[in-house]
Each structure stands twice: as structure tokens, then as C-alpha cells.
């Protein structure tokens, strides 16, 4: 099953999206700019195979729910994110603010 869910942080929309598989759930939380996701985002295949995108995104581990992604801390980001400002170590919730 795939949930589509609005999300406002600070005024700013997102889309929160969950997609339930077996044995695992796929989180990501977007808007125009970039994105943040669960484990399951590869962030070196976007810094090094798809690097001419220049992605914007950030993933946290660990996480079983979109609202522990907005509060978990970031493991990796990709280098387009480094330069908005985003780095590893910052909340969910904070990376997107710097996507706005």
C-alpha cells in the first residue's frame, strides 16, 4: 500500500510518502527541491552514478515511521544537499527547512 500524506513544517508543504512492502516500509518526505528517506536511499549511487542530477536528499536509518524521520539525524547526504547547508548529523525536519 502506498500512503500520500501533506505535511506543513514551519508554514512550508511537503508530501510525505510511505509505501509498505513485505518485510520493509519505504519513508520519504519531499517537496520541489529535494527530499529526505529511510535507509533504503543510496546516496552514494546519487553522488557518484547520477551526479549530473545534482539531487538534493538526505537519509536517516533506523526509522519506521515518517514522524521518526522528521527527528532522526541524517547518516549520509549528497553533495548537492552539503551545499544548501544540510549535513550529516542534522534532523530530518531541519534539512527540509533548508530545502524551502
Given at each position: ?7 506543513i513544517?514551519?508554514?512550508h ?9 513485505p ?5 520519504t518526505v519531499s517537496?520541489e ?7 533504503a536511499?543510496d546516496v ?13 536528499s ?9 514522524e ?9 547526504v549528497?553533495?548537492?544537499?552539503e551545499?544548501?547547508?544540510?549535513h ?7 534539512a ?5
Amino acid at each position: 500500500m502506498v500512503t500520500l500524506t501533506p505535511i506543513i513544517i514551519e508554514g512550508h508543504p511537503f508530501t510525505a510518502v510511505t509505501v509498505s512492502l513485505p518485510k520493509t516500509t519505504l519513508l520519504t518526505v519531499s517537496n520541489e527541491v529535494g527530499y529526505i528517506m529511510c535507509g533504503a536511499l543510496d546516496v552514494g549511487l546519487l553522488n557518484n552514478v547520477l551526479a549530473d542530477r545534482k539531487i538534493v536528499s538526505g537519509r536517516a536509518v533506523g526509522v519506521k515511521t515518517i514522524e521518526q524521520l522528521l527527528k532522526a539525524p541524517l547518516e549520509s547526504v549528497t553533495h548537492e544537499a552539503e551545499e544548501l547547508g544540510i549535513h550529516k548529523g542534522m534532523i530530518g525536519e531541519e534539512a527540509l527547512l533548508k530545502m524551502v
